[in-house]
């Protein structure tokens, strides 16, 4: 009985964990790749895509935390103007 209860507990601490840095790596690399018009793409990091425009690293005011580097302009203009990726294909 005893090492049942150790067990659950060593369980339920491992899936806390896991849970827990799941919300911490919310980031993903990208490799370098070619576009299709011939453009290089230097590899990077990137937050994962989510379809949440308010923790993207180029919401202006929020910080990427690989270069150090600010976002900057204006959030409703970024919200209006939207990304491809972040509102799926709609007509502009």
């Not at 491992?14 to 690399?29: D, I, L, P, Q």
């Not at 949440?52 to 103007?81: M, Q």
């Amino acid at each position: 009985m005893r090492k049942l209860a150790w067990l659950t507990k060593a369980a339920l601490g491992a899936a806390v964990v896991f849970v827990a840095s799941s919300w911490v790596w919310a980031e993903e690399y990208v490799h370098g790749y070619s576009r299709h018009d011939g453009t290089y793409v230097q590899p990077h990091w990137r937050s994962n895509p989510d379809g949440n425009p308010y923790n993207n690293w180029s919401l202006p005011g929020n910080v990427n935390p690989h270069t150090g580097r600010r976002a900057t302009g204006s959030v409703g203009a970024y919200l209006r103007n939207g990304s491809p990726r972040l509102w799926g294909s709609r007509s502009r």
